[in-house]
């Protein structure tokens, strides 16, 4: 069981595995006991939720940080256990200035209007009538920004965009330290928000650290968080090793490597977005590579890969090339163990580009002027080597680095097959 | 309804259990789906369904709404309605149980129902204004990118916060 979750960690592919209408019927499922949870915590009740800002009841808070250190400490718990992939998981983007006005607005709004979305939702479900003109106002302000956005503060709205920026990236600590430090300023302010209840309503019934269960609870969450922290995130290596044997069969099938006539299909093909990455050497890097291919040292591939890659559409796909296709396939398992999908390598490498390319370029493009080629040497050997000889360092200025070949069938097996599914936000 | 209702209302959860059930859903939307929970979105995506049957060429040509509805692409076709819907069932499931339905409107004591109504609609435009400039609302930008650590979902929970309590006092005769 442990070893098949960890083959297989969430997010679960429910759609892929049961379609689409099962996918919805459980989002569904979610949605209702998400607005069983918010009506029983007193969210569909505008009163109690505006409280929050006079300091007379701050549910809203407890409720919200409570239900935020609760998911965190699971979900990294998960992800430390290796049931859950944090990396597929749907981490909002920052837009650090969009986000920040328009926070600065919802805070206005929450205090004019006595509601938040998802809690007017749970009023209009419960004849409220505070929250039924809430809703009208509501799908009046998105339909103005919709209406409007493209006109008026586009460039606005697009800039300071950082991607998938975590609080353990900006801190440049382990994402356990972020959840621990969370988890416990958490329950310090719980104990806050209470006795500021108590100053203001001047009541003495709160008292957050004499009510037993408080306490427990209290403790069982630290607790959690301390083992999380304590377990750390798995490292590239762990979470290749959960995957390897799925993916290693795969290479052993040889199901991810693409023969060079469908990288070219790719590269040629305006619908994916390709991204042919080069992890040879510098120095066989700088005498010839393929046409906007980019150099990424074997080192490197698993920063970039969390980096960069992770944060690319989901329509891209990833071509890794060596000489041969040892190192490539090195650089493939790094990156499926940042979990980046559609990632192939590229058959036989750039010696195999070479083989099946240089000739026919020549064919169809007649050389202008004293153009340099590559020449076949047959004195070199060994899968990392590269085959062929060129006379200047011109690195993609060849004509085979972007061959155009005309009236040429190639016979080639298609294993591309494009996953162009990512979890994505619901606002 | 309304009265009787009122009086037999139960109360409301302990918010350290509510909360603690809302983290738990909140976990199991990341591990089913790989998303968390949202509100604002799918509200957009039944207005721009409305739009597209209205005016598909206003859509088809409106940069911001082509993704949802451009083309043959019906926007409702999207999990997070189906979430949104869950979150009235799952409201009125609660309600009725806990004799929480009731047609009626709550204020502070110094204003009247029309002007709360008045004041909520306000709010709304506010709400769902901001809500969509931040790409997402306080459960879709807050609670799920608070949870999975998110930078700008922070940065948001902060200026939500903030935004409120600089008004709080300034409005104070809506609720206190």
């Known amino acids: 069981m442990e070893q098949l979750l960890q083959a297989f960690p969430g ?114 479900a419960t004849f409220k009538k505070d929250g039924i003109a809430f809703v009208a106002g509501l799908t009046v302000g998105i339909f103005t920004f919709g209406e409007n956005i493209d006109a008026l503060f586009s460039d606005f709205w697009n800039s300071s965009n950082l991607g998938r920026f975590t609080l353990a990236e900006l801190f440049d600590v382990s994402e356990g330290i972020i959840v621990f430090v969370i988890v416990v300023v958490a329950i310090l302010l719980f104990g806050l928000v209470e006795f500021v209840e108590d100053q203001v309503n001047q009541t003495k019934r709160h008292r957050f650290l004499h009510r037993k269960q408080n306490l427990i609870g209290a403790a069982v969450l630290v607790f959690l968080a301390l083992l999380v922290m304590l377990k750390g995130q798995p490292s590239v290596e762990q979470k290749w090793e959960w995957m390897a044997e799925v993916e290693q069969t795969r290479i052993d ?12 299909e790719f590269i040629e093909n305006d ?65 499926r163990a940042q979990s980046i999908e559609n990632v192939y390598i590229l058959e036989n490498g750039i010696n195999g580009w070479l083989d099946t390319f240089n000739d026919l370029v020549l064919e169809s493009e007649p050389l202008t002027g004293n153009m ?15 085959h062929y000889t060129f006379s200047a360092a011109l690195g993609s200025n060849y004509s085979v680095a972007d061959p155009v070949i005309h009236d040429h069938e190639f016979v080639f097996t298609p294993k591309v097959k494009m996953k162009v599914k990512k979890a994505t936000g619901g606002g | 309804m309304s009265e009787t209702a009122l009086k037999t209302a139960k109360p409301y959860a302990n918010p350290y259990v509510a ?23 799918p509200i957009n995506r039944f207005l721009v369904y409305i739009e597209d049957i209205i005016a598909p060429q206003h859509v088809n040509m409106t940069p911001y709404l082509i993704p949802m509805a451009g083309g043959e692409t019906n926007p409702l076709d ?11 069932i799952g409201g009125f499931t609660s309600g009725y149980f806990n004799h929480r339905l009731s047609f009626t409107t709550g204020k502070g004591p110094r204003i ?25 609302c306080t459960s879709g930008q807050g609670l799920s990118g608070g949870a999975v650590l998110s930078v700008g979902s922070w940065v948001f929970l902060l200026a939500v916060f903030a935004g409120a309590y600089s008004v709080a006092y300034l409005l104070r005769k809506l609720w206190t």
């Not at chain 1, 099938?253 to 070219?264: D, H, N, T």
């Not at chain 2, 999207?78 to 009235?88: D, E, P, R, S």
Request: aromatic content about 12%; proline content about 4%.
């Open chain 1, 271 to 335: 619908l994916v977005r390709t991204v042919l990455i080069d992890v040879r050497d510098e120095s066989d890097f700088n005498l010839f590579h393929l046409i906007d291919a980019q150099h990424v040292a074997p080192t490197d591939i698993a920063e970039k890969a969390k980096n960069k890659y992770l944060n690319m559409p989901a329509n891209t796909l990833f071509v890794v090339m060596s000489n041969g296709e040892q190192d490539a396939t090195q650089a493939w398992k790094l990156m």
């Open chain 2, 78 to 88: 999207n999990a997070f309605v189906f979430l949104t819907i869950g979150i009235l």
């Open chain 1, 372 to 386: 340099p080629v590559p020449m076949k040497n047959s004195l070199a050997a060994g899968d990392e080597v590269l």
């Open chain 1, 11 to 124: 997010p679960l592919p429910l759609e892929a595995m049961y379609g689409k209408y099962v996918f919805y019927l459980i989002a569904m499922v979610i949605g209702i006991a998400f607005g069983y949870t918010l009506e029983i915590g007193g969210f569909g009740k505008s009163t109690k939720l505006a409280a929050q800002f006079y300091l007379t009841d701050m549910t809203v808070f407890k409720v919200m940080f409570m239900g935020i250190i609760v998911a965190m400490v699971l979900v990294f718990g998960a992800s430390a256990m290796g049931w859950l992939d944090y990396s597929r998981v749907f981490v909002n983007p920052t837009y650090l200035w969009p986000g920040l006005v328009g926070g600065l607005i919802m805070g206005v709004g929450f205090v004019v209007g006595g509601f938040c979305p998802g809690t007017s939702l749970v009023a209009l």
């Open chain 1, 253 to 264: 099938q040889r199901e991810i490597q693409i023969a060079p006539a469908e990288m070219l």
């Open chain 2, 112 to 136: 009247t129902e029309r002007t709360r109504w008045g004041m909520a609609f306000l709010g709304g435009i506010l709400m769902g204004y901001g809500a969509r400039f931040a790409r997402g």
């Open chain 2, 19 to 41: 909360g603690t059930l809302l983290g738990i859903v909140l976990f199991l939307a990341f591990l089913l789906t790989g998303s968390g929970l949202g509100a604002s979105g």
